[in-house]
């Protein structure tokens, strides 16, 4: 029989109960990933993936199902990772939690459904993804190229890349500047088409799907892409997603602008 989403989500949050390996790798990430409606197959998935990534490029890891961290001192962390896991589900502790953090020069990676947030709910959080979620059609191949070859976040990745997701559009309500990692070309895939009493238009040629900006005092990694549970065990997306998250907690691997 075929889990629950309850199930999964107590099962999760005891899976997940935080606690940092010993502090002997090159930096320290805590990664949240909250089950959710639509997102939660993905979790174990994607935790025995990161546990694979810890070991092979020494870094250590604290996994979280829930957002209680975000209360307290995060400062040991070099970044933070929210996995599908969105800022709108914080409360005002944690929200104040992660403002505190990225002005005390905290680094933040932001993945897929982690980019949805309310309108207006907590426009710093807006700020920090860079974008606002529109719509997206349904999941498609489409042809992904590099608009940044330099950050590493492209560096395991062909160029052009097929690639199959749900290609989220966005709007930028708040005006921020972004820099544009990786492209999505509408001319592969069919931007309208989308369920019945929805509507979905595409960007047209400037539509980014990863991204990175400078935030407060520190850095902020953006990917759209990462829907699918399965592709959390995907070597070209574990690339772009490690290359994203080595640049957040680091710095490196790239000139700074």
Same mark, same amino acid.
């Given at each position: 029989m075929k889990p629950t989403l309850q199930t999964?989500?107590?099962?999760?949050?005891?899976?997940?109960?935080?606690?940092?390996?010993?502090a002997d790798g090159q930096f320290q990430l805590l990664v949240l990933a909250m089950p959710t409606k639509y997102h939660y197959e993905y979790i174990p998935v994607a935790r025995e993936s990161f546990e694979k990534l810890a070991k092979l490029h020494a870094f250590d890891m604290t996994w979280v199902?829930?957002?209680?961290?975000?209360?307290g001192d995060l400062s040991k962390y070099a970044a933070v990772v929210l996995l599908n896991s969105s800022g709108e589900e914080f409360n005002e502790a944690q929200r104040a939690g992660l403002?505190?953090?990225m002005k005390a020069g905290g680094n933040a990676? @932001? $993945?897929?459904? +982690?980019i949805i947030s309310k309108p207006g709910l907590w426009p710093w959080y807006e700020k920090l993804v860079g974008r606002s979620f529109v719509i997206h059609p349904m999941l498609q191949t489409a @042809? $992904?190229?590099? +608009?940044d070859a330099s950050h590493p976040a492209t560096f395991g990745l062909p160029d052009p890349w097929l690639w199959s997701d749900e290609w989220y559009e966005f709007s930028n309500p708040h005006g921020v500047t972004i820099?544009?990692?990786?492209?999505?070309?509408?001319r592969s895939y069919d931007p309208t088409k989308i369920w019945p009493g929805q509507v979905a238009k595409g960007m047209g040629a400037d539509h980014p799907v990863?991204?990175?900006?400078?935030?407060?005092?520190?850095?902020?990694f953006v990917t759209a892409l990462g829907h699918a549970g399965v592709m959390y065990r995907d070597e070209r997306y574990l690339d772009h997603l490690w290359g994203g998250i080595w640049w957040a907690a680091t710095g490196l691997g790239r000139p700074a602008k």
């Amino acid at each position: 029989m075929k889990p629950t989403l309850q199930t999964l989500a107590i099962a999760a949050v005891v899976a997940t109960t935080p606690g940092a390996q010993a502090a002997d790798g090159q930096f320290q990430l805590l990664v949240l990933a909250m089950p959710t409606k639509y997102h939660y197959e993905y979790i174990p998935v994607a935790r025995e993936s990161f546990e694979k990534l810890a070991k092979l490029h020494a870094f250590d890891m604290t996994w979280v199902a829930q957002p209680w961290a975000f209360e307290g001192d995060l400062s040991k962390y070099a970044a933070v990772v929210l996995l599908n896991s969105s800022g709108e589900e914080f409360n005002e502790a944690q929200r104040a939690g992660l403002e505190r953090y990225m002005k005390a020069g905290g680094n933040a990676v @932001v $993945v897929h459904r +982690a980019i949805i947030s309310k309108p207006g709910l907590w426009p710093w959080y807006e700020k920090l993804v860079g974008r606002s979620f529109v719509i997206h059609p349904m999941l498609q191949t489409a @042809v $992904v190229t590099k +608009a940044d070859a330099s950050h590493p976040a492209t560096f395991g990745l062909p160029d052009p890349w097929l690639w199959s997701d749900e290609w989220y559009e966005f709007s930028n309500p708040h005006g921020v500047t972004i820099h544009p990692v990786l492209t999505v070309d509408e001319r592969s895939y069919d931007p309208t088409k989308i369920w019945p009493g929805q509507v979905a238009k595409g960007m047209g040629a400037d539509h980014p799907v990863a991204w990175w900006q400078a935030y407060e005092k520190g850095r902020v990694f953006v990917t759209a892409l990462g829907h699918a549970g399965v592709m959390y065990r995907d070597e070209r997306y574990l690339d772009h997603l490690w290359g994203g998250i080595w640049w957040a907690a680091t710095g490196l691997g790239r000139p700074a602008k």
